[in-house]
């Protein structure tokens, strides 16, 4: 994985100023550039970097006028955020590999086909009566349970587990371990104290371009669906109960847990370890700090929220202020209190 | 999966009225009720949906007169609930699958034997001197160590991991991914800095009827057993710390944490996201709130908590009923302190 | 595993004071005792439970003066603590079980090999050009992605997912379901709401003896290297995100979660369900309490912190006791209130 200047110029049909033959072995910001290194400057902020960098190499627009001297080689391209952004993709794919093919033992049900061009892991299982689209990756020891459809394009890392009847749409990734369209958490209690199981008959469905975190785990629905919407990004270990919906391209940082029913807009952006209640309604545009504790339906598009139980973040911020004063408020109410006795006297 | 009025009819022993050709192919809420679904009628408080509701046909008692005009089909059975429950068991067998059988390959250890009519699963892994019972389902990627008991109709999901020596008693199900009997957090702080690991010598014991959510975690004892005692219900990824004790049907929802020794009552219902400190005990019947932070042992039984450090909840409502106007609280010590300068002068 | 008093004595070299023939099968706490136990005295707080203890023998040091009578069976040794550590060790091979060996079938990628003495479990999966170093272990469904290399003596426990390119150290135990190395959280928004992938390029490296708990998740760096520094020890379910360095010794319980590019320091303590900020510092020694949301920067050593936003503790510990008592502030201050109105009169 090691590749001259003039090989990486000849693949983004760039010209070479300076040294042609040195060696590249990986990418770096500007900033962070260290020798062997490639890297690009593209917004105007970051030229001073260029004249300092350690790096071996920086692509740059073919416009750009250097103000001062450097060490570095450069390669002028049309656009150096459109070439660096190829490399990139170029990168990811060596580092990353481009697994296809049939590993085995690997275990395909009953009136399953896989789609053109498929990787299945080792040790990957696949159930009865599924529908596999074309380009899809399930890598080793991911489980697919029956009835299941996966989009073209998607990607199932090792251990993910997929229950029967899930939906899964196009160019989706499952990030390992995660679990999707486990039973939601459904118990009637009964007079002696014990609980029922509340039968969870429903699934999961995912559109296109959705993306779940390692261990994240999302439940199938009682009745109906559980719903993630398209463009939808759920970071590692986030929990979603059952029947939740999550509109459109909302992102869900770390440990966020959403309780039953709920619905979140689309667009949301939501912290880490945030916690939303069962059977609350969250509008577009939604703000949610980390560990934000949402108890309660809010109607207004494009609020922040914050603390718990969840505020205003403007409102949270005042509070938090006086809080960490409290003391002192303390002390000047009791200093109050003194006057007026004296007073008294 | 599509069945007629009249063969679900049948199946009930109910009385048609209305249409008996109309095709089912799902259950639904009375409220929610859309063609092609069927759906029942119990609490009168959901009457009026009846005369509304889109489900093809509706489930309700013998004795049910009606007092408006409706569209959809009607069953007539002795006990309209008893029968939807009936329905919604036949319905979930046919969803969920009834695996039976072994699959290839899977891996038994020497000396371990399966119960009666077992389902295991491909690549599922089973240790050395296991006693499984019988009906014991255990999916795909399932692994067991060794010297493990598993009850009778025990079900262990895909990817379930069951360390050496845990006891498991019946009727339990583990979601996928759920870790039971990993080492507990133990280590000992030395004069260098480093930290010697204290070797985790106990095991799991987990009683009849306890449900264990997807990616949960419970670690072994250090000495002695972690017990999850009878029909206690534990959602998706809750952590509980070695030598926990968690009494018999209490259950505890999405992401809580519970640290080691502690020991939680029967019947007590804790929130999602609540976190435990260790080495203390919460009796019988607590309720704790989402986010929640029980910080110490409580004495009484029964008691809602709430916040963190973890107040009676009548008191944590009102103090963050202040807290919400603190910046008003701020603002009246302040005016105090003018009239008081004021009156001074 | 049921041992004589008098084999025990000889495998410690003690001598025996009492009935030499009766039987041991587990190890005990002495104030926790039980018939069949043995357990030790090495502090002498505990003497007291000597007298009492039900245990059937007890490991005392050889200096040893009782002050009662009692009815356990003594063994004498140089140092009561050492040689009880020594028996909890061989205990702990006979408990937890010392895999030897190639379980059938596995995989083994090309360019791969096992260093010498390796366990590898029916359903491992070892992608290409891995270095594993010698006595490593590798369970069932444990997932080795490509160019992963593994030092010495370092133990990979059932459905651990490791992607590729990450490097740990020796003598590191990854406990069930931990996932190293998934995808960054990073999503760069477009115009239209939607986001764009960015490509995660980086790894996970792991220094020596650092033991990561069940279920956790470590993700790999944008670019460069997400770091755990030598023995660090996670917790289950811990979250760590991309370009996240954690220093050396550093503890950190259950549920935690470290956004993208924190550094925490050495010889942190840090409580289970804290989260920190991305982009932030702490020093080390810092202790963070659980359920704390450190949001910001710190620059002295050794604090303590608490709360969400974090506060040192003792400035937590003071708001939050008048949080508790808001309500009668808020009291006091509407008595001085109506104090002044009559005073006006």
Known sequence: MEFTVKQIAGLLGGEIEGEENLKISQLSKIEEGISGSISFLSNPKYEPYLYTTEASAVIVDKSFEPKKAFKTTLIRVESSYTAFTQLLQQYERIIKGDKRGIEQPSYLGQGTELGENPYLGA??????????????????????????????????????????????????????????????????????????????????????????????????????????????????????????????????????????????????????????NGHITVPKGTKVGGQAGVTRTWEEEGLSLNGTPALELKDSLRSAAIFRKLPLLEKRVHELEKQNKEDKH
């Open 123 to 276: 040790f990957a299982y696949v159930g009865t009566n599924c529908k596999i689209g074309k380009n899809v990756k399930i890598y080793p020891h991911a489980y697919v349970g029956d009835n299941v459809k996966i989009g073209d394009g998607t990607v199932i890392h090792s251990g993910v587990r997929i229950y029967n009847n899930t939906i899964i749409g196009q160019n989706c990734t499952f990030f390992a371990n995660a679990v999707i369209g486990s039973d939601g958490f459904g118990f009637a209690p009964l007079p002696d104290g014990t609980y029922k199981t509340i039968p969870q008959l429903g699934n999961v469905v995912i559109e296109d371009n959705v993306s779940i975190g390692a261990g994240a785990t999302i439940d199938c629905a009682t009745m109906g669906s559980t719903v993630i919407r398209q463009g939808v990004k759920l970071d590692n270990l986030v929990q979603v109960g059952h029947n939740v919906e999550i509109g459109k391209n909302t992102v869900i940082a770390a440990q966020a847990g959403i309780a039953g029913s709920t619905k979140i807009g689309e667009n949301c952006v939501i912290g880490g370890q945030a916690g939303f």
